[in-house]
């Protein structure tokens, strides 16, 4: 089988030849690449995705992708600057944002009728990565603010930029299309999780309201994009997480818009997956009643506090497919790698049972710290135990 007809079959609860097989090695990448330090197998890729067809991986791609789903603003004045310096002479691609050469900062601003708002993102080399510096809403009396940006906010796609996206991945794997976030994760981008936190807490019928102007505009997105032949696989780019998605934050600022989101999605038959971070466990009852259809990607203990053998009894939705696995803890093991690799996959696709609806990949990501050849091991142990033809 392809990698794209071995992850679709996973979606579907069907019988692949083998588990799939998908880290996500995006971070890992970039680092390596900004720091010249790849790996020889791979020391002339320039992508991703170079890498990932050198491990013989099955691609579900979440990033690059991203850029066919845009931000328009129909009022205000928006503008943005890159600044800082770093010896790096090519554009630096992140998850969130592309630098151009030697730059490190992405300034924006929006100046609306209540006041001017400003955002910083921070790219790092040390760690391959960029972060919020500067939120766009830092006091409680920005709120109008705010609400005027989320109301002139709009999105539109790309079609043809995500189509060569799609072609590049070939049969290698499967694009998943953006649909943006959750309204709570709207709000962490904003505000930051603390400040966000608070606001819910002091104002709630105000959050709410943002809450609702994201969720329909969101919506209105998927709408115009289900039927895209290209797309079968459509993602939330949340970081969920019990740690900042409490039960009681989803339940009010998450259900309803994964829930409709999945009932259009599901209408064509195709899928819809959440990204998430951290613990799970509790949540999972919560994402189960909305219909979601898989977590990108759960992490078992020490890090996460679910067992992936145990998840789908606790999701409760038939159709949901366990994405997850391969944890920092394993990736970064550096003493007898090869056997410890082998005998945890072994034991945890035994304990899976029914490997159907299950891919093996990255826990939320790949740390840089990642040796390749633990890479190398997880692939090779994914393909002796996952066998499911038999």
């Not at 002479?89 to 609306?112: G, L, S």
């Not at 794997?173 to 959750?182: A, K, R």
């Amino acid at each position: 089988m392809t990698g794209k007809e071995r992850i679709l079959a996973a979606f579907r609860g069907e019988k692949p030849d083998f588990v799939p097989f998908s880290p996500n090695v995006y971070q890992w990448f970039y680092y390596h690449l900004v720091n010249g330090s790849l790996p020889p197998e791979v020391a002339d890729a320039q992508h991703p995705f170079d890498a990932l067809r050198c491990l013989g991986a099955d691609i579900l791609a979440r990033w690059d992708t991203q850029w066919a789903t845009r931000e328009v603003y129909t009022d205000g004045k928006y503008s943005e600057e890159y600044v800082g310096h770093s010896d790096w002479d090519k554009p630096m691609v992140t998850a969130f944002n592309v630098y151009p050469p030697h730059a490190t900062e992405r300034r924006r601003k929006f100046v609306t009728p209540y006041g001017t708002l400003t955002q910083t993102w921070t790219f790092t080399p040390e760690s391959g990565a960029d972060f919020e510096s500067e939120y766009w809403w830092k006091e409680w009396d920005e709120y109008e603010a705010v609400r005027f940006m989320l109301e002139a906010r709009e999105y539109v796609f790309d079609a043809a930029e995500f189509h060569r996206w799609v072609e590049r991945v070939g049969d290698d794997g499967v694009v998943m299309l953006n649909l943006t976030q959750s309204p709570l994760k709207t709000l962490h981008w904003l505000a930051g999780s603390e400040n966000a936190t608070f606001f819910i807490l002091d104002h709630p019928a105000e959050m709410g309201a943002l809450a609702k102007i994201h969720e329909e505009k969101a919506l209105a997105l998927l709408e115009q994009v289900v039927d895209n032949p290209d797309a079968q696989i459509f993602i939330s780019h949340d970081n969920l997480g019990s740690a900042f998605y409490p039960p009681y934050f989803y339940k009010d600022y998450c259900h309803n818009f994964f829930a409709q989101a999945a009932e259009i999605i599901h209408s064509r038959g195709k899928f819809l997956v959440v990204h998430a971070c951290g613990r799970s466990r509790v949540l999972l009852p919560l994402v189960g009643q909305s219909r979601v259809d898989c977590l990108e990607g759960i992490t078992p203990p020490p890090m996460g506090d679910v067992s992936l053998s145990e998840v789908r009894a606790l999701v409760g939705y038939e159709n949901f497919t366990v994405n997850g696995g391969m944890d920092a803890l394993h990736l970064e093991i550096t003493q007898d790698a090869e056997a410890r690799l082998h005998d945890y996959t072994r034991t945890l696709f035994e304990a899976m049972g029914d490997r159907r609806h299950f891919i093996f990949a990255s826990s939320c990501n790949t740390s840089p710290l990642t040796p390749w050849e633990n890479l190398v091991y997880f692939r090779d142990a994914a393909r002796k135990y996952g066998r499911l033809d038999r």
